[in-house]
């Protein structure tokens, strides 16, 4: 079992940059694959990143958002910057310990609550 609760949202002007911080309880954190996804008003959820070995970041992040973590700390971080106001969204943490492809939602076994980002004109 995995809890997820993410942190660091809030209200920023487009350009801005804002890190998201998500904490995962349990003493298997390294062994899971972590994931972000968002989800804006009256659209489906999307992938954003994901990192185990390796990194992955949407196409439309790509260059502006920055996934990392910290197995020592059981943290992954969202570093995102250019903010635009299409990446207005509620953004959640996932952890994925299984096989499934790493941009789909139904991959990942664990969510947190999510964390709303607002970014103004």
């Known amino acids: 079992q995995v809890q997820l609760v993410e942190s660091g949202g809030g209200l920023v002007k487009a350009g801005g940059s804002l890190r998201l911080s998500c904490s995962a309880s349990?003493?298997?954190?390294?062994?899971?694959?972590m994931g972000w996804f968002r989800q804006a008003p009256g659209k489906e959820r999307e992938f954003v990143a994901s990192?185990?070995?390796?990194?992955y970041h949407a196409d439309s992040v790509t260059g502006r958002f920055t996934i990392s973590r910290d197995n020592a700390k059981n943290t992954v971080n969202l570093q995102m910057d250019s903010l635009k106001l299409e990446d207005t969204a509620v953004y959640y943490c996932?952890?994925?310990?299984?096989?499934?492809?790493?941009?789909?939602?139904?991959?990942?076994?664990?969510w947190g609550q999510g964390t709303q980002v607002t970014v103004s004109s």
């Open positions: 349990g003493r298997t954190f390294s062994s899971y694959a």
């Open positions: 996932a952890a994925k310990g299984g096989v499934g492809p790493y941009y789909t939602a139904t991959s990942y076994d664990y």
């Open positions: 990192i185990s070995w390796i990194t």
